[in-house]
């Protein structure tokens, strides 16, 4: 097939055959002018790559590069946002003979996302660019947005339904069916004359038809008493002296988009009587794949402006276009060009003239925006920029680079809505530890802040949001604990709306035996001819404690008299939230519950949209709740259960693999001698319920704490065993239980432990559960917890956390370095079986010919290693690089890796120097593992001639080549002892 690529294009049948490069490194390429060679080398496939991100893992793409010239060496090189997505398996430099060719092969790189970039063709003759794009396939919504329209539809008729079809087939014993018609139409007829009496809002709020629900979107009307700001801010736009960029900032859905809608407003208005300015929305979120943030925004440019057809404006549109493309290939490189800086220049000489049009670039920006001015009689644009904040850190600094490079013109102004953190967080994530505030000083002239909510407008806001509706009277229960954000107001409210609703028909619903089922004064559901006592105040509690105190409704859910304790208690709650909720329950009085469980049965089935409201409104600093997952009404925990029982399965297997494919551990057992190699259920079927797997870094513990959690899941007999990092659990969610109760069992009392809680928090994070479905479960003792990593459990929490596990009923198994735990049985983990891991890397060599006599010193403690041993087999590019001499392993392995390391874009002598300095002072430590954010371990590579800014990026490098494993977030080792202390003597 490449042959028959080679003669349409035109070349020569004769190809070399596809190969895939080694990764042994090249010397600097010779650099000749563009203009002494006849032909290049290019890639065959002149259309845009396009690799599928959910392949990406697993999948390879070969890209074949021609020489229709003489023999040329040339370099393959990915620029763009996609630089760190994708690499080459096996090196990305190659010598193509005169008339061949050669196949470099794509596979993922170090952190696999969707994006576009280019593969860059470097050669002594000339460049080529071919374009790359990762793409995410669609969501299921995304394919089938009409999906959750049916969902509701079908849940709509599945509740309306049966009360339907029973009234239907049930015949009144006392009365006629016409005087019940009768009843009914004058009950129907009083409600509707009751509701026209309702008092209407006298301003405009955004309600659904029929006064349902309220619209989450966002509105033109000042409903929030800002006006005084959008008339300032018009005037500011208007008036001052540009260029300027205006920074509106605010946190989720604190109005920042009505703000800019309601400015918009404002300035149209002031235009109907003095034409000035023209206006441009653009949402750089829909274009975040795009290379370069110019194009996009000038598109928005000429459509809003109406401009799309004129010549003149498309003309300049499509140089532009031309001039970005050519800068694109010098400005997102992150390499140094000083070997290839003559081919690049030779290549603006032929093709885009890059100089030349850099320095016009300005003047086509420029006339652009003059000639959409002029076509609009205006003077000045104002360009209003929403949702930056929702854009990746490239996104984000590239649109905000741009404003100061490309738009710092005397008739611009820009008014950005975005949120302060993601900003910060991108230009961190891009610039290290320079001063983000200096950074945004020199390109936001104007910030300004998102008023707070006053108390007062709040109070008014609320009560608009519920004239007329059947939760009015919950007001005072949702003032003292509703947070002051508008979208979580509405939100919350729209939800109470829903399951006031849900409540009031289970309320008045009618059985199968003609009785009214009623709500009685505790909230339980009895039958009987009056109307119970059911509160909306008391279902408006319970919601809110599930969205703003989760650590509170946990324990409602397991002690439903809390909500009556609440209100009798006389001290006040440490909480503010709850503290609030409390004082408002002592005013219901009697109203409160004695047993709140049907109105949590209620709230437990509920949507919850405001899980984002406790993300983003405590103060707390507590992680948000994950979505609900939903239960069946009869098994209550059987839906959850399965449904995180295949999570966990998902998850186990992308961590472990195929199982068939590993080998049996070798492990020594507490009290014996003699270590040996035992299978997985020889492990499970000894264990007393309570397994710590200890040993030294890179022995295998994780991987076979992974395995047992596996072997567990698949006859789970109703428990899941679950896989956790210790660093999941949090210190802030370490919270005392209260007393108990006087002749409380104790097995109710399990799920008041603190370390419960944080591991019903580590729960939610880890696998999408609700944190009352999390603790729910820990409470019944319906998981097998396989906890990872003992090291990093924090130390203040480790010793109370070690004496709840060891007698807590919940099987645990545990990995550590610890050698032993009280309640804990030891099991020594030393690595693989010797013979059969050197039988698979010797038919790894046989099956590249060569011979195993030529790696001398590969030892029984070296192939007993997982670590090095998954390395050898998972990358076996390094066989090519073996020389045809013997060689003794460890040094050869360990220059090599360095080797590697450096060529990654690193100078050789610092990465040496820098690496072996760490492993001396490991040895003199005596330490297996060393932080990477570790300042001394930083200071150490920086003295090396390592570059702050490359610290991360070199040891991520290092994990590629084979030298280090990250065992843990930010923490690694070198992977074997041996290769360690090599490096260590080598200073």
Known sequence: MIAAGLIAAGYPARAAPPMTVSVAPVGPLRVASVREAVASPEFLDEDRLSIALERLPTGTWPVVVV????????????????????????????????????????IRGTRPHAGTGQLVLVSAAGVDRLRVAVTAQPSLLQRYPFLPYAGGF?????????????????HAPLQPQEQETEEQVETTEAEAAGEEALPWPTTQVPVASEGFTHSDEPVREDELNRAAYVRQLAALAREATPPMVVGVFGEWGTGKTS???????????????????????????????????????????????GLRNRENVRRTLRTISDVLGSLVLSATLRVNLSDVRQSIEDYDDQHFRIRTERTRLEEYLGFLIDAALAAKGRERLVVFVDDLDRCDADRIT?????????????????????????????VREKYGEEPVGDYLDKIIQFPFEMPRMAEADFELYLDRLLAGKEIAPASGMLKCALPRNPRS??????????????????????GDDGQRHVWDRHGGVTTGTSRGRYDVSILAAVLLLRDRAPETYARLTEEPSLLRRLAESVEEPADVTVAGIAGELRGLGEQVPHDAGSYIDLVRDSPQPSDVLVAESQDDGRPAVAPWISRQEELPLRGPLDDLAGLVREQLNRRVGDDGALIDPVVRFGGEDASRARGLDEILSARTGKLLLTGAAGTGKSVLAARLARRLSENRDGHVPVFLPFAQLKPEHIV?????????????????????????????????????????????????????????????????????????????IMTGRAASVPGFEAVE?????????????????????????????????????????AVLIGAP???????????????????????ATAAAGFDAGAVAEGLREIAAEMTRRRTETFPGDDPDVRATLRRAGVRPMDVSPLLQAAVGAGLLRQCEPHVFHFVHRQVREHLAGRR
């Open 877 to 899: 590019e390094w066989i090519d690089d073996l020389p045809r001499e013997p060689v003794r392993f460890v040094p050869w392995y360990a220059e090599r890796t360095l080797a």
């Open 489 to 510: 107001i509405k939100r919350f409210v729209n939800v109470l709306i829903l399951q006031d609703r849900v409540a009031r028909e289970v309320r008045d619903s009618v």
């Open 829 to 869: 983990v030393i690595g693989v079986v010797a013979s059969e891991a050197r039988g698979r890397v010797e038919t790894l060599l046989s099956g590249r010919q060569v011979e195993p006599d030529r790696l001398l010193g590969l030892t029984s403690e070296l192939l007993g290693s997982p670590v090095l041993l």
């Open 398 to 426: 590239g649109l905000l680079e741009s404003l100061k490079l490309h738009f710092n013109r005397h008739n611009c102004v820009f008014v950005l809505g975005v949120a302060k953190g993601p900003l910060i967080a991108a």
């Open 67 to 106: 020489n229709p010239g003489p023999a040329a060496d040339v370099e393959v090189r990915v620029a763009g946002p996609i630089a760190d997505a994708i690499a080459f398996k096996g090196g990305n430099r190659a010598r193509v003979p005169a008339g061949g060719a050669v196949t470099f092969t794509v």
């Open 259 to 305: 703000m800019l809608l309601q400015l918009r407003r404002q300035l149209e208005q002031l235009d109907e009587q003095d034409p000035k300015c023209a206006y441009v929305w653009f949402d750089p979120w829909r274009h975040q794949h795009e290379d370069n943030p110019v194009l996009p925004l000038l598109h928005a440019i000429v459509n809003d402006l």
């Open 736 to 812: 005392q239980a209260p007393p108990p109760r006087a002749g409380q069992p104790t097995a109710y009392r399990a799920g008041h432990s603190p370390y419960e809680r944080a591991l019903a928090h580590a729960l939610a994070a880890e696998y999408g559960l609700s944190l009352v479905n999390a603790n729910a479960m820990l409470v019944r003792r319906r998981f097998v917890l396989v906890l990872d990593g003992l090291e990093t459990l924090v130390p203040e929490i480790r010793d109370g956390f070690l004496e709840w596990a060891g007698r807590t009923e919940h099987d645990v």
């Open 154 to 170: 079908l849940l709509l008729v599945l509740i309306v339904a049966p009360p339907l079809l029973r009234r239907r087939g049930r």
